[in-house]
């Protein structure tokens, strides 16, 4: 059973870089066809897929995200991670990673993100 859990700071401030962590169980991150990304769902507004990372380490990113979008992997710990530049008020979110590779499911719990000074 793959199961996945975001960490990080809960709240950031304006101009700042959120950094998420998404730590996978169950599966691994390396296996072949497997993609795992990152979702965010504003409050009011429709969620928002922001990128992925494939079982090779090759990355998508939503065009309107991707120029202060990055996500990196560490395959001894069997993580990937999210880095937002530049962070905004309107960047305020609950922030979920997920498989995305296999029906988008499943997807981690969420975790809120406050962008405020």
């Known amino acids: 059973q793959v199961q996945l859990q975001e960490s990080g700071p809960g709240l950031v401030k304006p101009s700042e870089t959120l950094s998420l962590t998404c730590t996978v169980s169950?599966?691994?991150?390396?296996?072949?066809?497997?993609?795992w990304g990152w979702i965010r769902h504003p409050p009011g507004k429709e969620p928002e897929w922001m990128g992925a990372?494939?079982?090779?380490?090759?990355?998508y990113y939503n065009p309107s995200l991707k120029s202060r979008t990055s996500i990196t992997r560490d395959t001894s710990k069997n993580q990937f991670t999210l880095q937002l530049s530049a962070v905004a008020p309107r960047d305020t979110a609950v922030y979920y990673c997920?498989?995305?590779?296999?029906?988008?499911?499943?997807w981690g719990q969420g975790t809120q993100v406050t962008v405020s000074s």
């Open positions: 169950g599966g691994s991150i390396t296996t072949n066809s497997v993609v």
């Open positions: 990372i494939d079982a090779s380490g090759t990355t």
């Open positions: 997920a498989r995305v590779s296999q029906g988008w499911c499943p």
